[in-house]
C-alpha cells in the first residue's frame, strides 16, 4: 500500500511539473486566409446555373447554382501548372479552356474531367470561340488563329495579314466571326476563316477582347480606354469609355460584355467597372470601386444580373444592373500590420488594402483607403490618428479611425514641392516623388517613414508635416540611393533604418547624425529591442545581430536560404523572424541559435508585431493572417 501511495505521489509530481510546459506549447492558428489564391482571367455562364471561371495556377471553378456556390475543378488535380485565359461552354457538358503554352482544355461532363488536347503549339492562347460542338477558333501571340471542325480533336492554323498579337475572337455562326487585338487590329471573316478581311477600327490602340451580339452588333475594349463598336459588322466607331486616369493615363479595358443592344458592362483597370444603358453611347464608370485589382473578365447574366473576375482572386456579383456589387471573393497581398492598443489594428498591402480590426483580431473588414496602388507601411498615433505610405508618393491620413482616409501627398507633385505638409529641401526636392516601403513612430509625436533610392522623411508632430532627412550627408554616398525598405525607433531619438546593398543606417540623436554600413545582402527589416541591440534581416536568409550600437554587426547562423521579411523581439533572449513560404523562425537566445517553427501556411510572410497582452501576429500574401 505504502508503495502505491509513495507511487502516486511520484505520479502526481511528475505531472505537476509536466502539465504546464504541454499547455504552454502554441502554435500558430489561421485567423484568416484566401480560399483560391490565382489571377482570375476569365467568367462565362452558359445558362442561369452553370457557371466557369478560370485563372493562372491552373484554377478552374464552376458553379452549378447559379454563383452561390464555387468549386474547384477536377476532383483530382491537373498534372501541370497553366495559366488558363478563355473558357467557353455550348451546353452544360461541353466546354473548352484556352490558355499559355498552346493549350487547350475539354470537357464532355461539365469539367468533372478534362482532357488536354493536341494542338501542335506552344503559342500562348488568349481566347476562344466555339458555335456549336464542332466549331471553334483559338487566338493568340504572333498574329496566331486556329480552327477545328470536329469539337478540337485536331486543329489547322488560319493566314492572317498580321503578326499582331490575336487578343480575341467571337463567331456567331460556322461562317461569320470577328477577331481583335494589337494596334486597334479588326478582322472579319465570312467563309470560317478561310479568309480574313481588315476592318477599320478607329483606334491604334491594342483591342484586348471583342463581343458580338449578333452578325451586326458588337463591341471591342482595350488599352488607354479605348472602347469601338459596329451596328453593321462593317464600320466600327469609337466610343468615350470615360475611365478615370488614376496612373495618369486612361485605365485599359480589358473585357466587355453585352446583356441586349442598350445593357453593357466592361472591366477594367484598378478596380474600375463601366456601365452603359444606351449601347454605349454614353459609358460611366461606378462612382466606387469594390476592389482596386485588375478586373479582366466580365459576363452579364442578364440585365440585372452581372459576374465580373479579376486578379487577386477577385469575384464581384451584381443583380441591379451593376450599381453595386458584392465582393464574392477577393485576396489581400498584406504587407504591414499595426496594432494601436489590444482591439484596434490594421493591415494594408498592395492594390490599395486596407483591413481593420476593432475586436481584436477576430474579425478584419476592408476600409476604403482611396488609394489603388501598393501600400507597404502603417502606423497611428492614437486611436483615430493614422498613417500609411506606399508606391506612387502616396501618404495616406485618417483622423477617424480610418473610416476615411485622404491623401497628405500628391502623387502628381513630380517633387514640385505643392503637398505643403511634406517638404523635401534643396537638392532633395525630386525624392518627394518617390514611393515608400516602410513606416515607423517611436512616439506618438515623431515618426520615420523611407523609401525609394533613398528617400527618408521624418515628423515631429504627430503627422501633421514632414520633412525630408539625408541619412547619406555624412559621408556615404551610396545609401542615399539604395531603397530603403525597413525602419524601426524605439524613441525620438534612436532607430534604425535598413535597405538594398546591406544598408544599415544608425542614429541616436533623432536623425541628425547617422552610422551607417553597407553590404551584399538585400536587407527587408530591422528590430531594435534597446539603444544597443538590434537585428536586421533579409535575402535567402538572413539575420544579423548587434549588441554595441552598430560598431559591429554579427551574422546568425538561420536554418532557411528562404528571404526573410520581417524580424520582431519580445527580450533581449526571445524572438520571432518571418519570410517567403511561410517560414517561421522562433530563437530563445537572442538568435545564437534559431529553429523552424511549425507554419499552418506555405504562403510568404510579410509582417510580424506584438500587442500589448502579448498576442502576436503575423501577415502576408492572400491575405493571410496568423495569431499566436
Not at 457557371?51 to 488535380?77: A, C, E, F, R, Y
Not at 471573316?189 to 480574313?196: A, E, F, K, P, R
Amino acid at each position: 500500500m505504502k508503495r502505491r501511495i509513495i507511487f502516486a505521489s511520484l505520479l502526481m509530481t511528475i505531472l505537476f511539473y509536466v502539465t504546464p510546459f504541454v499547455f504552454a506549447q502554441k502554435d500558430w492558428k489561421v485567423v484568416n486566409e484566401s480560399k483560391w489564391q490565382a489571377s482570375f482571367s476569365d467568367v462565362f455562364f452558359v445558362d442561369d446555373m452553370n457557371g466557369w471561371i478560370v485563372g493562372s495556377n491552373s484554377t478552374i471553378l464552376n458553379t452549378n447554382d447559379g454563383g452561390k456556390t464555387w468549386n474547384q475543378q477536377p476532383n483530382q488535380l491537373l498534372p501541370f501548372i497553366n495559366e488558363f485565359k478563355k473558357v467557353r461552354f455550348i451546353t452544360p457538358k461541353i466546354g473548352w479552356i484556352v490558355g499559355e503554352n498552346g493549350m487547350v482544355l475539354k470537357t464532355t461532363d461539365g469539367g468533372q474531367e478534362w482532357s488536354k488536347l493536341n494542338t501542335r503549339t506552344r503559342v500562348a492562347l488568349l481566347g476562344v470561340s466555339f458555335v456549336d460542338e464542332q466549331h471553334g477558333w483559338a487566338c493568340g501571340d504572333g498574329g496566331f488563329l486556329m480552327h477545328t471542325n470536329n469539337g478540337g480533336m485536331s486543329w489547322q492554323q488560319q493566314t492572317i495579314d498580321t503578326n499582331n498579337t490575336i487578343e480575341g475572337v467571337h463567331f456567331v455562326t460556322p461562317e461569320v466571326g470577328w477577331a481583335a487585338g494589337g494596334g486597334g487590329t479588326l478582322l472579319h471573316t465570312i467563309d470560317g476563316g478561310m479568309n480574313w478581311q481588315f476592318q477599320t477600327s478607329a483606334t491604334v490602340n491594342t483591342l484586348d477582347a471583342i463581343s458580338m451580339l449578333d452578325d451586326t452588333t458588337g463591341w471591342a475594349v482595350g488599352a488607354g480606354g479605348a472602347v469601338v463598336s459596329t451596328m453593321d459588322g462593317i464600320n466600327w466607331e469609337v466610343q468615350q469609355s470615360n475611365v478615370p486616369n488614376s496612373n495618369g493615363m486612361p485605365e485599359p479595358i480589358w473585357d466587355v460584355h453585352f446583356a441586349n443592344k442598350n445593357v453593357g458592362i466592361a472591366a477594367a483597370e484598378f478596380g474600375v467597372i463601366l456601365r452603359t444603358f444606351d449601347g454605349g453611347k454614353s459609358w460611366e464608370p461606378l462612382n466606387y470601386r469594390p476592389v482596386a485589382a485588375r478586373l479582366q473578365g466580365a459576363h452579364m447574366k442578364s440585365a440585372a444580373e452581372a459576374w465580373v473576375v479579376g486578379d487577386k482572386s477577385t469575384i464581384l456579383h451584381t443583380t441591379d444592373g451593376g450599381k453595386t456589387w458584392d465582393v464574392v471573393s477577393n485576396t489581400s497581398e498584406l504587407r504591414a500590420v499595426h496594432f494601436h492598443n489590444d482591439q484596434l489594428g490594421w493591415a494594408v498591402g498592395l492594390a490599395g488594402s486596407v483591413l481593420h480590426t476593432n475586436d481584436g483580431g477576430e474579425n478584419w473588414l476592408p476600409q476604403n483607403s482611396g488609394d489603388v496602388f501598393e501600400l507597404f507601411g502603417v502606423g497611428f498615433v492614437d486611436a483615430k490618428r493614422g498613417y500609411i505610405v506606399g508606391s506612387n508618393a502616396a501618404l495616406l491620413e485618417t483622423l477617424d479611425g480610418g473610416k476615411t482616409w485622404k491623401s497628405v501627398s500628391d502623387p502628381g507633385d513630380e517633387g514640385h514641392g505643392r503637398a505643403t505638409r511634406i517638404q523635401f529641401g534643396g537638392d532633395m526636392s525630386w525624392k518627394s516623388a518617390m514611393g515608400s516601403y516602410a513606416l515607423s513612430f517611436g512616439s506618438s509625436t515623431h515618426g520615420w517613414a523611407v523609401g525609394e533610392t533613398g528617400k527618408a522623411m521624418t515628423t515631429s508632430d504627430g503627422g501633421k508635416t514632414w520633412v525630408g532627412v539625408d541619412i547619406a550627408s555624412d559621408g556615404n554616398p551610396v545609401a542615399g540611393f539604395n531603397n530603403l525598405f525597413g525602419v524601426h525607433f524605439i524613441d525620438n531619438k534612436t532607430g534604425w533604418i535598413v535597405g538594398a546593398g546591406g544598408t544599415i543606417a544608425g542614429t541616436a540623436d533623432g536623425g541628425m547624425t547617422w552610422k551607417i554600413t553597407s553590404g551584399f545582402a538585400e536587407l527587408q527589416d530591422v528590430f531594435a529591442i534597446n539603444p544597443l541591440t538590434a537585428w536586421a534581416v533579409g535575402s535567402q536568409g538572413t539575420i544579423m545581430v548587434t549588441t554595441d550600437g552598430g560598431v559591429s554587426w554579427i551574422d546568425q547562423t538561420v536554418p532557411t536560404e528562404e528571404n526573410i521579411n520581417a524580424v520582431l523581439f519580445i527580450t533581449e533572449k526571445e524572438g520571432w523572424a518571418v519570410g517567403d513560404k511561410g517560414i517561421i523562425l522562433y530563437t530563445q537566445d537572442g538568435g545564437v541559435t534559431w529553429l523552424k517553427h511549425s507554419s499552418p501556411t506555405i504562403n510568404n510572410l510579410r509582417d510580424i508585431v506584438r500587442t500589448k497582452n502579448g498576442t502576436l501576429w503575423i501577415i502576408g500574401d492572400s491575405t493571410t493572417i496568423l495569431r499566436y
